[in-house]
């Protein structure tokens, strides 16, 4: 763990990902954004509010339980052929 003054000198990472819209993707995404977090990162995730229903639970645990990690909801237009 970093002492004080390391972390006074280099902020904390703030990390945004964006994962392809696809469960295989979201997963492993969710994954390695609870790693980040636990090692001193901000996290930031951007999904569809879709996929964000699906991992609502694994989120807010791990936002409970103190990780830094935030959940971005954006609405992509979609439109059947």
């Known amino acids: 763990m970093a002492s004080e003054t390391t972390q ?4 904390p990472l703030h990390f945004v990902l964006f994962p392809f819209m ?3 993707h ?7 954004a609870r790693l980040l977090a636990r090692h001193g990162g901000i996290i930031t995730i951007i999904t569809t509010p879709h996929n964000a229903a699906r991992f609502k639970n694994v989120l ?5 339980s103190g990780l830094p ?7 992509f237009p979609s439109q059947e052929p």
């Open 69 to 75: 990690i935030n959940l971005v909801e954006v609405k």
């Open 22 to 24: 696809a469960q295989g």
């Open 60 to 64: 807010d645990r791990a936002i409970q």
């Open 26 to 32: 979201m997963i492993p995404m969710v994954d390695i």
């Open 8 to 11: 006074q000198l280099h902020p």
